[in-house]
């Protein structure tokens, strides 16, 4: 059984920075981070592969974001620099088998959320 424990959300000013950890137990998957603001649909965020070397990220928050991991920790990060009051929302790490994608309705494991705020 996989499980997958979100944090490192908060309360941040525009502009600042956060990083966001998920550490998972059970085998080596890719993982992926979404986000959900009030009233929106759940949004791709960035994905990973199990090795590290594939990763993919939303248009939204290419080049302020990066996803990364730690096989030995069991451990992903996302790392999110410049943030702005529209990156505010439950951020939610997922794993999946196989190849990591867009698509959350292909991520079978799933966290319990963790909240960031921006304020402008």
């Known amino acids: 059984q996989v499980q997958l424990v979100e944090s490192g959300g908060g309360l941040v000013q525009a502009g600042g920075s956060l990083r966001l950890s998920c550490a998972a137990s059970g085998r080596t998957l890719s993982y992926g981070w979404f986000r959900q603001a009030p009233g929106k649909e759940r949004e791709f965020v960035a994905a990973?592969?199990?090795?590290?070397?594939?990763?993919n990220y939303g248009d939204s928050v290419k080049g302020r974001f990066t996803i990364s991991r730690d096989n030995a920790k069991n451990t992903v990060y996302l790392r999110m620099n410049s943030l702005k009051p529209e990156d505010t929302g439950v951020y939610y790490c997922a794993a999946r088998e196989g190849r990591p994608n867009s698509d959350y309705s292909s991520y079978a494991y799933w966290g319990q959320g963790t909240q960031v705020t921006v304020s402008s």
């Open positions: 990973i592969g199990w090795s590290g070397g594939r990763s």
